[in-house]
């Protein structure tokens, strides 16, 4: 069974950083796209970033280009989200996810593996 543990998140100012990290267990890590989504309170979960098993695809969605950048570490079976210039808007609970493939990430990773989620406030 897939298990992923999200840390990393916290209060900062706005046009700040947080790095988020996501360590993967129980299968190989390799044979999975990845991604992180946010929740919002009042909103509904959605895509932030995607990448695929290799991490030679990456897919973001538009708030976030050019701010924040997702990768992957297959040896130490790691998933990060490097968040930069932080908006009072990026405040949310991050979730880290795991499926077959970007495409399926994408999609709403439906039949994947979830993490329980970290907090990330952003203070103006």
């Given amino acids: 069974q897939v298990q992923l543990v999200e840390s990393g998140g916290g209060l900062v100012q706005a046009g700040g ?3 988020l990290s996501c360590a993967f267990s129980g ?10 989504f946010r929740q919002a309170p009042g909103k509904e ?12 695809i990456t897919n973001y969605t538009d708030s976030v280009k050019d701010r924040f950048t997702i990768s992957r570490d297959n040896a130490k079976n790691t998933l990060y989200l490097q968040m930069n210039s932080l908006k ?11 499926d077959f493939s970007l495409r399926d990430i994408i999609a709403g990773g439906k039949n994947g593996y979830w993490g329980q989620g970290t907090q990330v406030t952003v203070s103006s």
Avoid: H, K, Q
Wanted: net charge positive.
């Fill in 17 to 19: 950083s947080l790095r």
């Fill in 88 to 98: 009072p808007e990026d405040t949310a609970v991050y979730y880290c996810a795991a």
């Fill in 27 to 36: 299968r190989s890590f390799s044979n999975y796209g990845m991604g992180w």
């Fill in 45 to 56: 979960r959605a895509l932030v970033a995607a990448i695929s098993w290799r991490g030679g």
